[in-house]
């Protein structure tokens, strides 16, 4: 049992480095999706065309940038996850290994490949 809670405490940092950079890179979305529309209020003000498209054109593509950085910060985070799954169903068929108990050891072979499987399309989802 301590095993298990020791895997699981170990696997923190990597969810919090996830959690802590999409939390970051909204932040910097946001402020600069914010400039833009600004900017772009001040061109419209001053009936600027040529400034309007430019910042409306500058506007979509940080969307569009930051809708995809998102996603990816979305996919890390739950990559982080089911490694620390892997990890966790790794300690439990160990345990049930050493108990001796077959059924025990059955689950946590299904429990660990599934989750595998499960980190491998996410490790998919994110590969270029």
């Given at each position: 049992m301590k095993a298990t809670v020791l895997l699981s405490l170990a696997a923190v940092p990597a969810l919090l480095l996830a959690s802590t950079g999409a939390h970051a890179l909204d932040i910097h979305c946001a402020e600069k999706?914010?400039?833009l529309e600004a900017s772009l209020?001040?061109?419209r003000a001053e009936a600027d065309p040529e400034r309007i498209g430019g910042l409306e054109e500058a506007l979509r593509r940080s969307r569009a940038?930051?809708?995809g950085q998102d996603l990816r910060a979305q996919r890390?985070?739950?990559l982080a996850q089911l490694?620390?799954?892997v990890a966790?169903?790794?300690q439990e068929l160990h345990e049930a290994?050493?108990?001796g108990d077959?059924?025990?050891i059955l689950d946590a072979r299904r429990d660990l490949a599934e989750a595998k499987w499960e980190m491998e399309e996410a490790r998919r989802a994110l590969a270029p």
């Open positions: 999706i914010d400039t209020a001040d061109a940038e930051c809708e890390e985070e739950r490694q620390a799954e966790e169903d790794r290994e050493r108990e077959v059924d025990d």
